[in-house]
Structure formats: C-alpha cells, structure tokens
C-alpha cells in the first residue's frame, strides 16, 4: 500500500536554522520539498558533487584490488576519511605511472633489441676519430647490394621482412641511401631490459601494496560517501530554503509520513519550534513511500523497475506479486530446475548484505513456483515424468498436467489476471472519483464476468432455459446501459453512445490481443522443457560406452547444457512475466504511475 503522508511548513530563525536542519536530519523522516525552480547549484555543492564523484571512480578502480575472500577491515584513521580517498588516488595515479612508463620502455627496447649490446661511449669516441656511424632499416627487398659495394655497410640483423644495418663514413658524409635512418637511443638493448625487469618489480609490489590496502580503503571509501551524499543533501536542502523577513526567517516545506508525524511534532513543540501541517491537496505532487507485508515487499522492486504508482492510486505490487510467481514457475516449468534455484538462493542469502537479502528470498520464492508448476507440468531436469514408470509417482500423475490442458491454464491465468485488473480499476476510480467515474469498467464486468459466469454454469449445472435467458438479459442489459449510455453522468447521452460504441471496439480487440499475450507463458515453458529433453538425450547418446569415460562425459554434457537451459528459461521466466505485467496487467488495472520516491533527510548513520 502507498504511506498516507502530510505536509509540513517551517519557519525557523536564521541563527537556529542549522542546528534546526541538524536535529531535523536526525530524525530522518521529512521529505524535503524542491522549489518550484529546481535547485540552484552553487561552489559547495558542485565540488561535493566532484567529490562524490571521485570517491566512487576511485572505488571502481580499486575493486579489482580486493581480494575474493577480503573481509571488511575496521578503519584506523575515522576522523580523516578523506585521507584515503587522496592516498588512494596517489597509489592508484603511481600505479599507472609505472605501467606508462613500461609502455615506453617495452617500445625503447623493442626498437634497440636488433642491435644488441653497445656503448654509447665508444660510438661518440669513434666519431671524434673520424670514423661515424650510420644506423639504418628498409624492407628486404628495397636492400640494394650497391651499398655495399659503394660503402662500409655491415648488416646487423633481419627480423621478418625488415634488414637492419651499419654504414660507416668519414665526418661530414651523408650515405646516398633509400633507407629508414635509425636514431639511436642512449641505452643499449641490455640496459633497458634491465629497467624493464625493474619496473615489472615495482608494478608487483604496488600490486601488492593495494592488494594490502584495499579492504581498509574500501571500508573507509564507503564510509566517506555516505558523508559526502549527507552533505550534498545538507547544501540541497539549504538551498531549497526560503529566506523571508529580510533573511531572518528561514522557510522550509517537505513531507512526512502520517506514522511518523508523532516524532517530528515532538521534536518541534519540545523545541518551540513553529509548524504548520496539512494534508495533501488533490493537485500537490507527493513522494511515495510503499508499504508491504513481507511476501509483496520483495516485488516491489519489480514495480519500480516500470514505474512508481502516484499518491493517489492503488498500489498494485501486492496484487501481480502472486501471479508473477505462478507465471515465472510455468515458463521455467521445471521441478528440477526449481530445487536448484532453491538451493542457491538460500546459500547466497546466507552470505549476502542485508540490502541483497530480499533478492535472494524473491528467488527462493519464485524457485518454490518453478518446483510446483514444474510437478504440475511432470518435468524434472528435462525427464518427462508423466511417461515415467515409476510406482512412488503414479499417485501424483493426477495432477500432472499434458501440453494442451497446460495450455489452457496459461489463458484462464490471463483472463482471471485481466478481469482482477478491471477489478481493481473499478475500485480505484470509486475511491478517488465516486461510483459515477466507475459505471463503464463495472458495465464490462458484468457483461464479461456474468455473462460468461452464466455460460459456464450452463455448462456444468442442469439450469431452465427461461432462468439463462433471465441471467442473460440482466447482466448483458445492465452491462449496456452502463457502458453506451452511463459511461459520464456528465455528458450528453448521445455522445455517450458514440463513446461507447468505440470503447467497446477497443475493449473487443484488446482483450483478445492481451488474452493472447498469455499464450508465451505455455510457449516458454514447452520451450524449457524441450531443451532440456534434447540435453538429456544428447547426453546420454553421445556418451558412448566406455566405463567411467562415458559416464563423465554423459556428466559433462547434462551440466554444461541444463546451466544453458536454467540461465536463458531463468531469464525469459522473469522478462515475459514482467511484460505481462506492465503492458497487460497495469493496463488493465488503469495504472497511471508518475510518483517520485519518498527519500527523506537524514543522517549517513539513520
């Protein structure tokens, strides 16, 4: 459900303002409200946002430096967390000096490997002698063997189609050449590998050194942006106030919820602090804070992956968490798969943050569906348990299902899951606009759900024609009247009709594409069940016959091709169900969305 909420205004003395703002963000349960034009960013804030950016580049970077098994390491220096993000900075910035400078020398040496080992000195001694050297490449086939005839060359090397050699002159002549001339550089190919190795050394040791770090700086990192994002909310909400009477009075407004008004209120008549609260006017734009029991709560991170629903609608979380867990076990619709899912989930649990707890529990749950539907379907690991002769399990083939009745299953899935969304539609236009604003989605429930209602009894009871054509008549009549000439108590009844007439045309073509929709869910899981059939088989086929070589490879084969199977069929079972959820569930149900999260002020520690 959506947290009842209420607004409050403050007007607080400048000189108490601060130490009002700190106890306020204590409390941590007001929603400040945003002027209307936005917030004006000013130096304080910016270089806390250039800060907060630095503390998570740094904290990407230095991931990749903590070990697997790393535990969180308490920080020594907790009144300078600051420091850390500057040594970390500094260790990571040498770090990468080193590697550039490796870079270099790598290229350096590359280009004096072919010429080996010489001194620089005795170069620079021949050429004060007279005698110059002159050190060049060309490709192969550019090499003229005139040069040696006309000059002093000596070929040092060719390394592929490349020919490195020497010409040597008298002081002041420049070799006729058509060749690449080669500068030297001050070291020989000896020396730079010396540096080379060196340089590896000290990468390893502040590798090492990071390595080291990393756990008492990740601590701290964390630490340190938590106090950054609390001061990037304290400067937001500073200049989100109002100055009046002459900058003495500081006007702030923001939003509360209703269960935790009794706290602030206190806090202020305490303090003799002055307030006004009000409810919320059926224009204001309020934040909305969700509240579940535990079975929903861990859905409604599902919802808002589409949408927050507004203020003033039905929360729809509690509603699709049920079908969504049915849907995910028939498109997975393996027993098998479901148990592994289980496992997994509550291993992870275990081992997980208290914020990724409730992923691994919404696994576990849609894991339990997978199990259930995948016994309902007869499938476990790809083995088709209906053909199975196996004694234990004749006693559950009663409700093992075959592809066609799975397949009507999928449709009524979708039509109760359609019908309950006009359902609640209907309730919430009654609540927020009168029964009046509801006549035309209750019409098609009853011509839908009476009329249809009627047939199936038909079907199954032995009913007088003349009571049919009663029941008929009653829910179709009352239906019409409501949907061609009730549909706005407001409007002339002519228009009425002409509006009815095109809602039912759009009512009649998309109720049958959105019924439709649900036949993926039949389709997804055949789909899963028949690849892990073609594993089985491709397993147990290609195995061969040898002893203990055939049963590993048969292994091999089952493992490699089900953890395909699970991650794609796990993957399709949780988007398809979402997109029936979004497009034909909450269309239905007349979602409208467009809330923004209820993020309260408050401390890094609340």
């Given at each position: 459900?959506?947290?009842?909420?209420?607004k409050?205004?403050f007007?607080?003395?400048?000189?108490?303002?601060?130490?009002?703002?700190?106890?306020?963000?204590?409390?941590?349960?007001?929603?400040?409200?945003?002027?209307q034009?936005g917030?004006?960013?000013n130096k304080?804030?910016?270089?806390q946002?250039?800060?907060?950016?630095?503390?998570?580049?740094?904290?990407?970077?230095?991931?990749s430096?903590l070990?697997?098994?790393?535990?969180?390491?308490?920080?020594?220096?907790?009144?300078?967390?600051?420091?850390?993000?500057t040594?970390?900075?500094a260790?990571?910035a040498?770090?990468?000096a080193?590697?550039?400078?490796?870079?270099?020398t790598?290229?350096?040496?590359?280009?004096?490997?072919?010429?080996g080992?010489?001194s620089?000195?005795?170069?620079?001694?021949?050429?004060?002698?007279?005698?110059?050297?002159?050190?060049?490449?060309?490709?192969?086939?550019?090499?003229?063997?005139?040069?040696?005839?006309?000059?002093?060359?000596?070929?040092?090397d060719t390394?592929?189609?490349?020919?490195?050699?020497?010409?040597?002159t008298?002081?002041?002549?420049?070799?006729?050449?058509d060749?690449?001339?080669?500068?030297l550089?001050?070291?020989?190919?000896?020396?730079?590998?010396?540096?080379?190795?060196e340089l590896?050394q000290?990468?390893?040791?502040?590798?090492?050194?990071?390595?080291?770090?990393?756990?008492?700086?990740?601590?701290?990192?964390?630490?340190?942006?938590?106090?950054?994002?609390?001061?990037?909310?304290?400067?937001?909400v500073?200049?989100?106030?109002?100055?009046?009477?002459?900058?003495?009075?500081?006007?702030?407004e923001?939003?509360?919820?209703t269960?935790k008004?009794?706290e602030?209120?206190?806090?202020?008549e305490?303090?003799?602090?002055?307030?006004?609260a009000?409810?919320?006017?059926?224009?204001?734009?309020?934040?909305?804070?969700l509240?579940n029991?535990k079975?929903?709560?861990?859905?409604?991170?599902?919802?808002?992956?589409?949408?927050?629903?507004?203020?003033?609608?039905?929360d729809?979380?509690?509603?699709?968490?049920?079908?969504?867990?049915?849907?995910?076990?028939?498109?997975l619709?393996?027993?098998?798969?479901?148990?592994?899912?289980?496992?997994?989930?509550?291993?992870?649990?275990?081992?997980?943050?208290?914020?990724?707890?409730?992923?691994?529990?919404l696994?576990?749950?849609?894991?339990?569906?997978?199990?259930?539907?995948?016994?309902?379907?007869?499938?476990?690991?790809?083995?088709?348990?209906?053909?199975?002769?196996?004694?234990?399990?004749e006693?559950?083939?009663?409700?093992m299902?075959?592809?066609?009745?799975?397949?009507?299953?999928?449709?009524?899935?979708?039509?109760?899951?359609?019908?309950f969304?006009?359902?609640?539609?209907?309730?919430?236009?009654?609540?927020?606009?009168?029964?009046?604003?509801?006549?035309?989605?209750?019409g098609?429930?009853?011509?839908?759900?009476?009329?249809?209602?009627?047939?199936?009894?038909?079907?199954?009871?032995?009913?007088?024609?003349?009571?049919?054509n009663?029941?008929?008549?009653?829910f179709f009549?009352?239906?019409a009247?409501?949907?061609?000439?009730?549909?706005?108590?407001?409007r002339?009844?002519?228009?009425?009709?002409?509006?009815?007439?095109?809602?039912?045309?759009?009512?009649?073509?998309?109720?049958?594409?959105?019924?439709?929709?649900?036949?993926?869910?039949f389709?997804?899981g055949?789909s899963?069940s028949v690849?892990?059939?073609?594993?089985n088989?491709?397993?147990?086929?290609?195995?061969?016959?040898?002893?203990?070589?055939?049963?590993?490879?048969?292994?091999?084969i089952?493992?490699?091709?089900?953890?395909?199977?699970?991650?794609?069929?796990?993957?399709?079972?949780f988007?398809?169900p979402?997109?029936?959820?979004?497009?034909?569930f909450?269309?239905n149900a007349?979602?409208?969305g467009?809330?923004?999260?209820?993020?309260?002020?408050?401390s890094?520690?609340?």
């Amino acid at each position: 459900m959506i947290v009842p909420m209420r607004k409050y205004s403050f007007l607080i003395y400048h000189k108490q303002y601060l130490e009002f703002l700190d106890a306020i963000r204590e409390i941590g349960v007001l929603h400040v409200i945003e002027k209307q034009e936005g917030v004006t960013e000013n130096k304080l804030l910016n270089e806390q946002l250039q800060t907060l950016n630095r503390v998570r580049t740094i904290q990407r970077q230095l991931k990749s430096y903590l070990p697997d098994d790393a535990v969180p390491v308490p920080v020594k220096d907790s009144a300078n967390l600051a420091s850390y993000l500057t040594d970390t900075e500094a260790r990571l910035a040498n770090l990468e000096a080193l590697y550039q400078k490796l870079q270099l020398t790598e290229r350096e040496w590359d280009r004096m490997e072919v010429w080996g080992t010489f001194s620089p000195e005795l170069i620079e001694k021949l050429s004060q002698e007279g005698y110059v050297l002159h050190f060049y490449s060309c490709n192969i086939r550019k090499f003229d063997q005139e040069w040696e005839a006309r000059y002093s060359l000596f070929e040092i090397d060719t390394v592929g189609t490349t020919r490195y050699f020497v010409v040597l002159t008298a002081p002041g002549v420049q070799p006729d050449i058509d060749a690449d001339p080669v500068t030297l550089s001050d070291r020989n190919a000896v020396d730079i590998a010396t540096e080379k190795q060196e340089l590896h050394q000290q990468i390893a040791e502040t590798k090492n050194s990071l390595r080291e770090y990393a756990p008492e700086a990740q601590a701290a990192l964390e630490q340190y942006q938590r106090q950054v994002n609390g001061g990037i909310d304290f400067s937001k909400v500073l200049l989100n106030t109002r100055k009046e009477a002459d900058e003495k009075v500081m006007l702030l407004e923001g939003w509360c919820p209703t269960e935790k008004a009794p706290e602030l209120e206190s806090y202020l008549e305490t303090n003799g602090f002055y307030y006004e609260a009000s409810e919320p006017t059926a224009d204001e734009p309020v934040p909305v804070k969700l509240k579940n029991g535990k079975f929903a709560a861990m859905y409604e991170a599902i919802g808002e992956l589409y949408d927050l629903p507004n203020y003033r609608e039905i929360d729809l979380t509690p509603f699709f968490a049920p079908f969504f867990m049915l849907f995910f076990g028939l498109c997975l619709g393996d027993a098998g798969y479901g148990l592994l899912i289980i496992l997994i989930a509550l291993f992870m649990r275990r081992k997980a943050s208290p914020s990724m707890k409730p992923v691994f529990s919404l696994a576990a749950w849609l894991g339990a569906s997978t199990v259930v539907l995948g016994v309902v379907s007869g499938t476990f690991l790809g083995f088709n348990l209906i053909e199975a002769e196996i004694s234990w399990l004749e006693q559950f083939k009663v409700i093992m299902l075959n592809p066609d009745q799975l397949f009507n299953v999928a449709l009524i899935l979708g039509a109760v899951q359609i019908l309950f969304g006009m359902f609640i539609r209907a309730v919430g236009s009654i609540r927020r606009f009168g029964l009046g604003a509801s006549l035309s989605v209750i019409g098609w429930l009853l011509i839908i759900v009476g009329g249809g209602g009627t047939y199936l009894a038909s079907m199954i009871a032995d009913i007088q024609p003349e009571v049919l054509n009663y029941l008929y008549y009653g829910f179709f009549g009352a239906g019409a009247l409501m949907v061609f000439v009730l549909n706005n108590l407001k409007r002339n009844p002519l228009i009425n009709i002409g509006a009815g007439l095109w809602d039912a045309y759009n009512m009649a073509t998309g109720l049958l594409g959105d019924l439709l929709s649900y036949i993926r869910l039949f389709a997804l899981g055949i789909s899963s069940s028949v690849m892990g059939f073609v594993f089985n088989d491709l397993a147990i086929n290609m195995s061969g016959d040898i002893p203990v070589l055939s049963t590993l490879i048969m292994l091999i084969i089952m493992i490699f091709g089900h953890g395909i199977n699970i991650f794609m069929g796990g993957l399709g079972a949780f988007v398809h169900p979402m997109r029936l959820t979004f497009v034909e569930f909450y269309k239905n149900a007349g979602f409208e969305g467009g809330g923004k999260k209820y993020k309260p002020f408050k401390s890094v520690h609340s």
